[in-house]
């Protein structure tokens, strides 16, 4: 496996973005992705994904139900010499996405940020550098987190196609739902903030 790269994600609204300035300027950010039940792709076939940007630029979000087995999170912070090892604090890691696999985002709660988060919403940043590591190793950081590798991209224009296609619904984001370990049934626990039930969708249904 390659070493994990660290860096800013890759929506052009966000670069350079304070961990002050959450980012309110797209439609869907801060928002909940849900994969119609007629989206057969093995990266999002029922996949609830965190939309962390939406904006002319493009899209980019966090699949937040595809859990990894390996590495660990301590295997993970020795290929990255952060110490100490094993950590003080364990967070869990996700296949964030197809998109650049290689490299490393920690979604989490916004009590704690550092000079790399971005805010995506007042409860809610994404840091893309090591110092949320190094805290989270020594014991603090954020209260809620995770670590994916990879991330859901969308060119301009792209995930606006894709819901007029009815590929996703849109849902108000819930952290209880964003950082539980119940990853099975996520899915559908998703849709029900909707109060669908998935049964009832095909592939024309409309989307919210």
Avoid at 18 to 38: D, H, N, R, V, Y
Avoid at 49 to 69: F, Q, S
Avoid at 96 to 113: K, Q
Avoid at 166 to 179: G, H, I, Q, T
């Amino acid at each position: 496996m390659a070493k994990p790269k660290t860096g800013a994600p890759p929506a052009a609204k966000l670069r350079g973005r304070k961990a002050a300035e959450p980012a309110t300027e797209g439609l869907l950010t801060g928002q909940f992705l849900i994969a119609m039940p007629s989206m057969n792709t093995p990266h999002f076939s029922q996949a609830v994904i965190y939309v962390c940007a939406h904006t002319p630029d493009g899209a980019m979000g966090i699949v937040l139900n595809r859990p990894l087995a390996s590495p660990s999170f301590g295997d993970l912070l020795e290929q990255l010499d952060v110490t100490p090892v094993p950590p003080a604090r364990q967070i869990d890691l996700f296949r964030g996405g197809p998109v650049d696999s290689a490299r490393g985002f920690v979604l989490h709660t916004a009590d704690w940020t550092g000079d790399g988060s971005l805010m995506v919403d007042p409860q809610v940043a994404l840091t893309a550098s090591l110092d949320v590591l190094k805290a989270i190793a020594d014991g603090g950081g954020p209260r809620q987190g995770f670590l994916a590798l990879g991330y859901a991209g969308w060119g301009p224009g792209q995930l606006d196609r894709e819901l007029t296609e009815n590929a996703w619904l849109s849902a108000p984001a819930s952290l209880e739902l964003m950082f539980d370990t119940d990853h099975e049934t996520k899915w559908r626990r998703a849709m029900a903030i909707l109060k669908v039930d998935p049964i009832l969708l095909s592939g024309t249904a409309g989307h919210a």
